[in-house]
């Protein structure tokens, strides 16, 4: 049993033998070894960029990269996980737009000889920007559409702009004309309102946690429900507007609210919740009262600390006179009234046998409260009129004629604003700023270099009545958003510039409105 087991084993080792008789080629593999990422990158969404250079070596190559592959992409979600490719470049810098969240970074290298790959990652984890700034609405001229950006003000950190807020490029929506914000109260979310108006309509905004987004178009939650006939719904003005009391931003009405659509004005508490029922731009409560037509702006106290603001007035182009709401306690009524008009006045509430009509209004936010109207008469001459609206009464305080010859490119005007410093009146035409002071009648201009889109003040932010903003556009430059101040001497008309305040924006800029929450 020994020897043919012997036998048998040498058999099958001459066998083995023979099929060995060539010999083993062994190909060395280039083994890729990362260096460089972080384990974690903590971000702030749509403001950070997250710059990474790798180390990339190979057992073979060295540092020889020709011929490697790359390949950056984000990993999201768990189960139902997404995969975005962000670069294919070895060197990453890329502008964080993801959303408040986890994700993880993949990193890729590929030997284009073998197929082989090496992978590192990061964890990256996300916090919001947004919750206080300047938000920045306007046209993205490279897309054409709508596009919402924000001057954000992170903890411990430089001010920065954070673009696409919102965004834009699944709803495409088109011709930007007002973002309406109407400030915290008392945390409650259903009445903390962010609008967002373009020519495609009005959309009712949410902010929280972090992200812009649509609610609803306006009236999705029948906010607004009436058996007067009506246009199709959109929303021109929120009123009153948010104010600063001592740092407390907030609504300048802080128990009612007002909507401005293009036939409509409706006008009630917000106690409980945004319910209007009744139009306020008639004569009368009876039913059936024909509604007015109006001029798009609403002249009220906006100064006013009392936070009860019930009272305003609306220039009713039907009847070409100026009209108050009624108001009976801290309630105003659903309807309007004509002020009262005598010969010593300077100037009348009813404009018909002026020959006169409204083309701009403006609220001062001086300590007074001053509200201003710009009419023009059928001579093509401009007068101001300068009022009190409210909190209770209209009251005449001033008639001024613009004094053209002084004043160049008046009529021409692209963007008016009033200013809460004296009898200053801003203008703008072009690339150039105009200050005229309608008092003393003197006019200085100051060139901002490029086309102003818009002109904007800022009581707001820091309770100054100096401060306003000046968004410029260029196709070479871009959009960008000065701060600046207004002098405050009656006989100097300055302007001062604030260089800490300068942001460049891609957006040719339309409206700016402060956020704080």
Same mark, same amino acid.
């Given at each position: 049993?020994k ?5 048998l084993l040498?058999?099958v080792?001459?066998l083995?033998? #023979? ?8 190909t060395?593999?280039?083994q890729i ?6 384990? +974690?990158?903590?971000v702030?969404d749509k #403001?950070d960029? /997250?710059? $990474? ?5 190979g057992?073979?190559s060295? &540092? &020889?990269?020709?011929n490697?592959?790359?390949q950056?992409?984000?990993h999201?979600g ?8 962000? %670069?294919h ?7 964080v ?7 993880t ?13 090496a992978t590192?990652?990061?964890?990256i ?12 609405? *306007? ?6 559409i ?7 003000m ?5 001010t920065?702009? =954070?673009e696409?807020v919102?965004? !834009? ?5 088109k011709?930007?004309?007002? /973002? ?6 008392? *945390?409650n979310?259903n009445?903390?309102?962010l ?5 495609d309509g009005?959309?009712?905004m949410?902010h929280?946690p ?13 906010m $607004?429900?009436t058996d ?16 600063n009391?001592?740092?407390?931003y907030? !609504?300048? %009405?802080y %128990? ?6 293009e036939?409509?004005?409706? @006008? ?5 919740a945004?319910?209007?029922?009744t139009?306020?731009n ?6 059936g ?5 109006f001029?798009?702006?609403v002249?009220?106290?906006?100064? +006013?600390?009392?936070?009860y603001?019930?009272?305003?007035t @609306?220039?009713?182009t ?6 108050k709401?009624y !108001?009976a306690?801290t309630?105003?009524s ?5 002020? !009262? ?21 403006g609220?001062?936010? &001086?300590a007074t409260g001053? +509200?201003? =109207?710009?009419?023009?008469d059928e001579e093509?001459?401009?007068y101001f ?6 909190p209770?009464?209209?009251?005449k305080?001033?008639?001024?004629e613009v004094?053209?010859d002084?004043?160049p ?5 692209s963007?008016?604003?009033v200013? =809460?410093? *004296?009898s200053i @009146?801003?203008?703008?035409? *072009?690339?150039?700023?105009y200050l ?7 006019c200085?201009a ?5 086309e102003?889109?818009?002109l904007?003040?800022d ?5 100054s ?9 260029s196709d ?5 958003v ?8 009656p006989?100097?008309l300055?302007?001062k ?6 942001w ?7 409206d ?5 929450n």
């Amino acid at each position: 049993m020994k020897k043919t087991l012997l036998i048998l084993l040498a058999s099958v080792g001459f066998l083995s033998c #023979v099929e060995d008789e060539g010999n083993y080629t062994y190909t060395e593999l280039n083994q890729i070894t990362i260096e460089g990422l972080e384990a +974690s990158y903590k971000v702030l969404d749509k #403001v950070d960029v /997250i710059k $990474i250079t790798p180390t990339i070596k190979g057992t073979l190559s060295g &540092d &020889d990269l020709s011929n490697y592959e790359y390949q950056w992409h984000i990993h999201e979600g768990i189960v139902d996980h997404k995969h975005t490719i962000i %670069s294919h470049e070895k060197d990453l810098e890329w502008k964080v737009d993801l959303g408040i969240g986890d994700y993880t970074l993949y990193f890729t290298v590929k030997d284009k000889s073998t197929g082989l790959e090496a992978t590192a990652y990061s964890s990256i984890k996300t916090s919001t920007a947004i919750s206080k700034g300047f938000l920045l609405l *306007g046209e993205d001229m490279e897309e054409g559409i709508v596009g919402l950006d924000m001057i954000v003000m992170p903890a411990g950190r430089d001010t920065t702009v =954070a673009e696409r807020v919102y965004d !834009n490029s699944e709803t495409k929506f088109k011709g930007a004309e007002k /973002i309406l914000y109407q400030g915290p109260r008392m *945390g409650n979310e259903n009445i903390e309102s962010l609008w967002m108006c373009t020519e495609d309509g009005s959309f009712r905004m949410s902010h929280h946690p972090g992200t812009v987004s649509v609610i609803s178009e306006v009236n999705d939650f029948h906010m $607004i429900e009436t058996d007067y006939p009506h246009k199709e719904m959109r929303i021109k003005d929120v009123f009153p507007h948010q104010t600063n009391y001592y740092g407390n931003y907030w !609504n300048c %009405s802080y %128990s009612y609210r007002g909507y401005m659509t293009e036939d409509m004005i409706v @006008f009630g508490s917000i106690m409980q919740a945004e319910y209007y029922a009744t139009p306020c731009n008639r004569k009368s409560n009876a039913d059936g009262t024909p509604l007015f037509e109006f001029f798009p702006f609403v002249f009220y106290h906006e100064a +006013s600390n009392n936070g009860y603001t019930t009272a305003y007035t @609306f220039y009713n182009t039907t009847d070409s006179c100026f009209m108050k709401t009624y !108001n009976a306690g801290t309630r105003a009524s659903h309807c309007t009234a004509a002020g !009262n008009d005598y010969a010593t006045d300077l100037f009348p509430w009813n404009q018909k046998g002026t020959g006169r009509t409204l083309v701009w209004g403006g609220n001062t936010l &001086d300590a007074t409260g001053h +509200s201003l =109207a710009l009419m023009k008469d059928e001579e093509g001459k401009y007068y101001f009129y300068k009022f009190v609206a409210g909190p209770y009464s209209m009251t005449k305080k001033g008639f001024y004629e613009v004094d053209l010859d002084v004043a160049p490119h008046f009529a021409e005007a692209s963007h008016y604003m009033v200013s =809460a410093t *004296g009898s200053i @009146f801003m203008y703008t035409y *072009g690339s150039t700023l105009y200050l005229y002071n309608y008092t003393y009648k003197t006019c200085e201009a100051f060139d901002m270099g490029a086309e102003i889109t818009c002109l904007e003040p800022d009581f707001v932010s820091a309770q100054s009545r100096t401060q306003f903003f000046v968004a410029t556009y260029s196709d070479s430059e871009k959009g960008t958003v000065r701060k600046m101040d207004v002098g405050t001497n009656p006989n100097v008309l300055e302007i001062k510039e604030r260089p800490d305040e300068v942001w460049k924006t891609r957006l040719r800029v339309k409206d700016i409105e402060w956020k704080t929450n």
